[in-house]
């Protein structure tokens, strides 16, 4: 594993986790990476809508 990435758990429904699992192979993606593009497409419209995210340093992993 990178040094740089994070582990999460995410709880959800098995039906919701199925479905899921059935669009991230529909965009040929594991549902590890289709779920990175979903973070990373509301962090976008995030910041476009209020601005730049910044961390501050004593708040980063």
């Known amino acids: ?3 740089d990435k ?3 758990t995410l709880r959800i429904p ?4 199925e479905k899921f699992s059935y669009i991230a192979g529909y965009n040929g ?3 590890n990476k289709e779920l990175e593009r979903m973070i990373i497409s ?3 419209g995030f910041e476009n809508k209020h601005g730049e995210i910044t961390i501050p340093p004593e708040h980063q992993e």
């Open 14 to 17: 098995k039906e919701m986790l």
């Open 29 to 31: 993606r594991t549902k």
């Open 6 to 8: 994070a582990r999460f």
């Open 1 to 3: 594993m990178d040094i």
């Open 42 to 44: 509301r962090i976008k």
